[in-house]
């Protein structure tokens, strides 16, 4: 069938790794080589969490396109994307980097996966494209936390704002315990390449999605 502009963007070629377009900048996205998989399953879409990156995905990539296309992609600012002009972020907008993702990669319909704070990602995706989806994973995702009072957030705030590095370590390391050695050097490393700047307004994006607004 004749493909309509409004549809996709221009898919990846058989090539190796590289970026696509985005609404905001240049999106780096792991589309394998060989069309980033084989076999006729319906394909899947993977999103990282905050301070993470497209590499944490590896072993689920190389297990998925066993059978099937299977990508990953760095949001805006995170990894190899370029950040939201001004500083700007929401997970609206994140949510509009998988968008980008799925219609450059020539993704119809698929399967979208969202790992910590992409679940939220996923979650605004779903209610914005709910025809898109032929399934959503949560992995040990976010939950709906924009009623948080103001005052139970002092606490994490003062942490980012007064002592990001040992605060945001800290947190990572309760996080990672139990953890092989390096899986946890590579979520640290991931997290220590993060923008501080990024971590925190992704962090504060968090608290303001209202998730009841979401409607698949």
């Keep these: 069938?004749?493909?309509?502009?409004?549809?996709?963007?221009?898919?990846?070629?058989?090539?190796a790794p590289g970026f696509l377009g985005g609404p905001h900048g240049r999106l780096r996205v792991d589309a394998g080589v060989d069309r980033g998989g084989?076999?006729?399953?319906?394909?899947?879409?993977l999103v990282h969490g905050n301070g993470g990156n497209r590499t944490q995905w590896?072993?689920?990539?190389?297990?998925?396109?066993?059978?099937?296309?299977?990508?990953?992609?760095?949001?805006?600012?995170?990894?190899?994307?370029?950040?939201?002009?001004?500083?700007?972020?929401?997970?609206?907008?994140?949510?509009?980097?998988?968008?980008?993702?799925?219609?450059?990669?020539?993704?119809r319909r698929f399967i979208l996966v969202g790992?910590?704070?992409?679940?939220?990602?996923?979650?605004?995706y779903a209610g914005m494209h709910p025809d898109r989806l032929a399934g959503l994973v949560f992995a040990d995702s976010a939950g709906d936390l924009h009623r948080t009072p103001d005052a139970s957030l002092e606490p994490l705030r003062r942490g980012l704002r007064d002592d990001y590095e040992?605060?945001?370590?800290?947190?990572f390391e309760g996080i990672l315990a139990g953890a092989r050695p390096?899986?946890?050097?590579?979520?640290?490393?991931?997290?220590?390449?993060?923008?501080?700047?990024?971590f925190i307004a992704a962090t504060e994006a968090l608290y303001r999605f209202?998730?009841?607004?979401r409607k698949v």
């Design 38 to 45: 084989r076999g006729d399953a319906v394909p899947v879409l």
């Design 166 to 171: 040992r605060f945001t370590e800290k947190w």
């Design 182 to 198: 390096e899986t946890r050097d590579a979520v640290l490393a991931s997290l220590h390449r993060t923008p501080p700047a990024v």
């Design 115 to 124: 790992h910590s704070y992409g679940g939220a990602v996923v979650a605004a």
């Design 1 to 15: 069938p004749t493909r309509r502009s409004s549809d996709l963007r221009e898919p990846v070629r058989a090539a």
């Design 210 to 213: 209202d998730l009841d607004a």
């Design 58 to 107: 590896a072993e689920t990539l190389r297990h998925l396109r066993t059978i099937r296309r299977a990508a990953a992609l760095d949001l805006s600012g995170f990894g190899e994307s370029e950040a939201v002009p001004g500083g700007r972020v929401s997970v609206e907008e994140f949510a509009e980097d998988v968008a980008a993702a799925a219609d450059g990669l020539g993704f």
